[in-house]
């Protein structure tokens, strides 16, 4: 049938005349060519239907399904965000009760708030660097030995700083319990192709309902995604019912054909992309290790190595550790941006986030490695020991917040005012209070504000960290009287 994009540019050559949407007509003469317009179709005679796949789209589905070895794919273009509300939606009724890791991305919170679903959190212990480790196994098994009404069990693997839980171990309880797994693996699209951690990508390791976001770590553009089935406990007419409402009606064509080409480059040249890439990663972290005041987290995770079976790490997430220098994770990161024109994905209190994919040329790396070098010896020379303020507060134990009313109840509860956060303690908010990115809530709505979350408020504003909430007032909170 041949490639999307080879039919959609000949489509535009034969010159048909679009009295249709979309309104730019691809009348590039008006618009130029800087933008893909004359590429840019609404669904018509000869390209398929995204939400009913026949022809051409269910081609590239099937890519998809034997790229990763799943039951069935379904292409997403709204990222893997819609994929979770749909995911979720599909595998629980209202009012269920379900297993959440409490660092989930916020879009498995809105899944929650929209079917007024019961969560029981799994709490991450975090590490000395304030970065969220696995879920604990033996957590699982006794939360859902304790509520035998838990209908789905939602894990997020990997985590946004690369740190992958032992989903097979996650599955085999859970199915034990006769409860499906849902794993937003939103940034590990590309793990199935890296030996070392192909076990425990989440297909591989039997998960039910997987999600992916294929622009994050593969060669796709923004919000491109795929949401891969398999097993018993899952229904294609559900996913199916729940994507025509979470996912627009109106899907890009573009990005349906970028889906296409990045499982093309996969498929056709990923073995030699990969083995050079992991070369690439190799040759990063072997240099790294000279460096005396910045810390690479995966030269530490190779040096303190332990026996334990759970932990996985994705070496492509690049956490540079600030812990041991008078800056923070977001002032390495200013200076990365304003200095040498690199630009990191995220930052934090104790650590930068670097993201690296197949598309990193050995010069993106030494770029970057170049660049740590010259600050890790300003740092050096400095010869300073500075005692941070934030120390103060580093060590606090975050505890997992008291649930007073459900996320639903609270967001619909009419008796409220905003306050100050400082003067919170004890008040229930009625809104998320995020740390953004990633997007993993200190406070979900219905939960008691603790003091401890407010000096952690303190905390990440100390260091430039950027505090969001729902109503976006912050430092004023929305809470319920």
Known sequence: MGKLEEKLENYFNENYLPMHMPGHKRNINLLGEKLPYKIDITEIDGFDDLHHATGMIKDIEEKAKRLYGSKRSFLLVNGSTCGILAGIRAMTKYGDKVLVARNSHKSVYNAIEINNLNPIYLLPKIDKYGIDKNIDINDIKEKLENNKDIKLVI?????????????????????????????????????????????????????????????????????????????????????????????????SYILISSIEECLDIVKDKGEELFKNYEENLKYFYKETKKLKKLKILGNKILEEKTNNEDEYYDFGKIVVLTNNCKITGKELSDILRTDYKIELEMSSINYALAMTSICDTKENFDRLLQALIEIDEKLEKEKVKIVKEIEKTRKIEIKLPKKEIGILDAINNENIEFLDYNKLEGRISKEYIWVYPPGIPLITPGEEISIETIDKIKEFLQAGIEIRTTNNKFPKIEIIK
């Open 155 to 251: 894990i997020i693997s990997p985590t946004y700083e690369g740190v992958i839980s032992d989903i097979k171990k996650v599955v085999e309880i859970s199915h034990k319990y006769n409860v499906p797994v849902l794993v937003d693996e939103a940034h590990g699209a590309h793990l199935k192709f890296i030996n070392k951690l192909s076990e425990n990508e989440a297909i591989n390791a039997g998960a039910d309902i997987v999600i992916q976001s294929l622009h994050k770590t593969l060669p796709a553009l923004t919000g491109t995604a795929v949401l891969h089935i398999q097993g018993e406990y899952v229904k294609k007419e559900n996913i199916e019912r729940e994507l025509s409402i979470f996912e627009t009606s109106s899907p």
